[in-house]
């Protein structure tokens, strides 16, 4: 288990992931921007990423950090590790950034309560291990950076597998999970 | 359930807490200081803390924020809310501060494995509720910041708790779970 690693998403004019579309699913949108660079391993604030990405200045920036899993249990994780792909295949040039934020009924919860909405209920876990390994997912906490949204996940995936992605959104979206969350934007990005 | 609230805990030559006493229980110490300050709410950095604190230069500067519980049950957070005190009594004149880093075998743990050994094998939360309200107690994540402790937890109790505050300290420290407590140090306050 890697220590937790700080990534940095910079939203501008350009970068190295090109915006195919972005809007808001639920609550604000984000201001809409043509590229976005991801940042990994250093704290970059909004005044300094412009020199990080070469200069440019950027609409906006999100940060998030990984973490030890928050519901994942053993025999969950030993196939989630069997199956889950690295980031950064050459042939996953498609990519989805989704900020989430979710409610205080999410976050007045119990750990116990939790984990029986998101998989019991909802089956986060299981529906993920479904695509696999065609989705590479990358979550990112932002809750204990006082960050706006609590939770960004990154995805990359090859072209042949934008339609199952969309169905992997599709199925969450529409579980009671899906229920506590209070503000999400979807973006979508190829390289 | 309240947003997570960042703390900044500042040590040096003076504050508004006055240590007592302070050493490594496990691992590597911290730099000794006489006073420290603990500051609510915005992050302040180890450059900036002096302005913050009145001008002192502050010799070591440490992270948390609060944060949803991670263990908790529902019947467990009834009883803690039924008992647990508020921090800033004004007889609470005796205060600790015990940074903890856990060791990389703690964070590869699943969430239910963590939760068996946190509190089916160690009874962490059922010894915690035997010493309300006597003992106000709160916990700070520093991990997700890429702080060098993992948790800040800190603890207010009067002068006729100090005793009781020893054994709570002393059980917790004979667990299976703090057989994953890598570095400990251990900073007794008063005001």
Redesign the interface.
């Known amino acids: 288990?890697a220590s937790?690693l700080?990534v940095t998403f910079v939203g501008g004019a350009g970068g190295r992931w090109h915006v195919e579309s972005m809007g808001a699913v639920a609550g604000e949108g984000l201001p809409l921007i043509a590229g976005l660079d991801v940042v990994e391993g250093k704290?970059v604030e909004a005044d300094t990423a412009a020199g990080v990405v070469g200069g440019r200045t950027p609409r906006w920036v999100l940060r998030g950090?990984t973490?030890?899993?928050?519901?994942?249990?053993?025999q969950?994780?030993a196939a989630l590790v069997a199956r889950q792909p690295p980031l950064g295949r050459p042939e996953a040039t498609c990519a989805a950034l989704i900020p989430l934020h979710k409610s205080?009924a999410w976050?007045?919860l119990?750990?116990?309560?939790r984990?029986v909405v998101l998989e019991d209920r909802s089956r986060h876990i299981a529906t993920g291990l479904e695509y696999l390994p065609a989705v590479a997912r990358r979550l990112h906490?932002g809750?204990?950076?006082?960050e706006e949204f609590d939770f960004l996940t990154w995805f990359e995936y090859a072209p042949a597998d934008t339609d199952a992605f969309e169905e992997l959104v599709g199925r969450l979206r529409a579980t009671e999970e899906w229920a506590y969350v209070e503000r999400e934007v979807d973006i979508r990005l190829s390289r």
Request: no cysteine; glycine share 4%; net charge negative.
């Open positions: 288990m937790p700080i704290a950090t973490s030890n899993e928050r519901y994942v249990e053993r969950e994780r205080p976050w007045d119990t750990q116990d309560e984990r906490h809750r204990e950076l006082g």
